[in-house]
């Protein structure tokens, strides 16, 4: 399940998003199986948000090295399919980040 960050992006039974006005996306969250979630982080969010006061090419080579970004190389992103957005490079961070 696709959820919005920022706002809530509701999903109708099919998983089609309910139409929603989200002002500052910052990306989505997937949910898979119940135990595992994944932050898709809209690159350009990540680079002046995310990383703000630290080069962002460095953060990510770190978040990279630790395991903690899902990637498809040679990118540091993944492509994905997203409602509202269509098709985008986002950078995928796992929740185990959190943990650590």
Do not use: W
Not at 3 to 30: H, M, Q, W, Y
Request: net charge positive; proline share 4%.
């Amino acid at each position: 399940m696709l959820v919005g960050l920022r706002s809530k992006t509701s999903l109708d039974c099919r998983g089609d998003p309910i139409c929603e006005k989200v002002i500052n996306r910052a990306g989505f969250r997937v949910d898979q199986d119940g135990e595992t979630t994944t932050y898709l982080v809209l690159t350009e969010v990540f680079r002046h948000e995310v990383c703000y006061g630290f080069d962002y090419r460095t953060v990510l080579k770190a978040l990279d090295a630790h395991g903690f970004l899902e990637t498809q190389p040679p990118h540091l992103t993944k492509k994905c399919r997203l409602p509202e957005v269509g098709n985008i490079r986002v950078y995928a961070v796992k929740s185990s980040i959190l943990d650590a």
